[in-house]
């Protein structure tokens, strides 16, 4: 999904007003622990309080949204922090964003049957999984492909 500059500045004054807000999921690069159509509210992101392994919401200068998974933060020449972040079904990286394209931190995905907090346990321990078997993205993506060409096949969505 796409946005113009003032649609994302004004998605940062929200966060900055009321401390949170809550966006649809769309894409399969966080699957299965976003799904499409899950509500993910993100609240203000603080860079004291950011981990490995937490889901940031930033935008690119296309205009994009996107929630991805902090891998690294590291430290340029110039003594700039740039976050490192990937999909879960991602293979690579994304490319390094700076402070200024973070928009929040996901706190909790919600779907019609439950809300699920980033600090619950099956999340932490999905976080983990993800940060220390860098194959089970491999296997993700693998499976989303036999998925989508079946889905494909029968005319169905994911």
């Not at 995905?109 to 999340?123: A, P």
Request: proline share 3%; with cysteine.
């Amino acid at each position: 999904m796409q946005f113009n500059q003032d649609t994302v500045e004004l998605l940062i004054r929200t966060i900055n007003k009321y401390g949170w807000m809550d966006l649809p999921a769309h894409g399969i690069s966080m699957y299965p622990y976003i799904k499409k159509g899950n509500i993910c509210r993100f609240v203000q992101f603080d860079e004291r309080n950011v981990k490995k392994g937490d889901v940031l919401l930033y935008h690119v200068s296309s205009g994009q949204l996107i929630a991805h998974r902090l891998i690294a933060v590291q430290k340029t020449d110039s003594c700039q922090k740039r976050f490192i972040l990937k999909g879960d079904t991602n293979i690579i990286f994304d490319h390094p964003i700076y402070k200024n394209q973070i928009i929040g931190k996901l706190s909790t995905i919600e779907n019609t049957k439950r809300k699920r907090y980033v600090n619950d346990l099956s999340s932490i321990i999905w976080s983990y999984i993800m940060l220390s078997f860098p194959i089970v993205s491999k296997l993700l993506r693998y499976f989303l492909s036999l998925h989508l060409l079946n889905k494909r096949r029968s005319g169905a969505s994911l």
